[in-house]
T-cell receptor, first 113, second 117 residues
Framework: DGGITQSPKYLFRKEGQNVTLSCEQN?????MYWYRQDPGQGLRLIYY???????QKGDIAEGYSVSREKKESFPLTVTSAQKNPTAFYLC????????????FGSGTRLTVV | AQTVTQSQPEMSVQEAETVTLSCTYD???????LFWYKQPPSRQMILVIR????KQQNATENRFSVNFQKAAKSFSLKISDSQLGDTAMYFC????WGSGGYQKVTFGTGTKLQVIP
């Protein structure tokens, strides 16, 4: 079955560490997105990518980095510059037609310890 | 910039009853799409229903229907015959058709719906 796989489901980070969240899709979607979800704030866009080797900052990109070397993969690195990284992170994709909306992964819960 | 407002942080409904979740948005765009997503306790986001702004007819998906009022910029979700499995966080989302095909989506803050047996 086609879908988006996010791993790990839970991730713990020590202060000052960089961590990478994985997002893989087998839907052959061109566009991929990373959102951050915090209680009471909905989903906020971190980065997005429309094609391989190209990506753009979203609304809250500071302290994050991404790469898009393959169509299927869009990993997100949470750097030590992100001051409040504890959140739920969702990866999404869509196939370019706006009326289809997004397909989401199951998310990664990142906690700073 | 677009904004999406969900003014009901929490709601509850008795099983088998009907409930309406409200959503308003602000935009100067003429071409856009609206969605309702459901996030159950598993936290997997699921698309519930979609509405194209150029269509006057309200979208319906089984027990889920919307009341789309374009002039008022309102997009409410009605759930009929509520079931226990409807217990979830519901997010209203706005998608504009951007340049180069990128669809920037703005989400509301969500409404937590509890279906009571």
């Amino acid at each position: 079955d086609g879908g988006i796989t996010q791993s790990p489901k839970y991730l713990f980070r020590k202060e000052g560490q960089n961590v990478t969240l994985s997002c893989e899709q087998n839907l052959n979607h061109d566009a991929m997105y990373w959102y951050r979800q915090d209680p009471g704030q909905g989903l906020r866009l971190i980065y997005y990518s429309q094609i391989v080797n190209d990506f753009q900052k979203g609304d809250i990109a500071e302290g994050y980095s991404v790469s898009r070397e393959k169509k299927e993969s869009f990993p997100l690195t949470v750097t030590s510059a992100q001051k409040n990284p504890t959140a739920f992170y969702l990866c999404a994709s869509n196939q370019g037609a706006p009326n289809y909306g997004y397909t989401f992964g199951s998310g990664t819960r990142l906690t700073v310890v | 910039a677009q904004t999406v407002t969900q003014s009901q942080p929490e709601m509850s409904v008795q099983e088998a009853e009907t409930v309406t979740l409200s959503c308003t948005y602000d935009t100067s765009e003429s071409n856009y799409y609206l969605f309702w997503y459901k996030q159950p306790p598993s936290r997997q986001m699921i698309l519930v229903i979609r509405q194209e702004a150029y269509k006057q007819q309200n979208a319906t998906e089984n027990r889920f229907s919307v009341n789309f009022q374009k002039a008022a910029k309102s997009f409410s979700l009605k759930i009929s015959d509520s079931q226990l499995g409807d217990t979830a966080m519901y997010f209203c989302a706005f998608m504009k058709w951007g340049s180069g095909g990128y669809q920037k989506v703005t989400f509301g803050t969500g409404t937590k719906l509890q279906v009571i047996p």
